[in-house]
């Protein structure tokens, strides 16, 4: 959460795990499929809200909003659509030039 100090967001006590499935299932029913729950509680949360009992401010209904993904490059570059194959000929995610031009390519 971006709001909080960087004290509370380094800690390890607040990354939490949001899903766990076998490859397999990622291959046949896809990251949308495997991720829709989640999806939708997020939605929730940032429309809704929940409503609680705080110390410091008392009865308030709270909103979220999802500020970041942390992943392995794999599983992030699936969720986003990105090229995951770590063997690919593209190095770049903007632009289609193969890494073996930019290698030779003197820019002197």
Known sequence: MRNLPTSQTSCHANVHLLALCYTHDLKVYGYDRVLEKFVSEI???????????FAL????????QLAQVVCDNLALNGIFGFIESFSSDYFCT???????AYEAADYG
């Open 43 to 53: 939605e929730s949360l940032r429309t809704v809200g929940f409503e609680g009992d």
């Open 94 to 100: 903007f632009d289609a030039g193969y890494y073996y």
């Open 57 to 64: 401010i008392g009865r308030r209904r709270i909103h979220v």
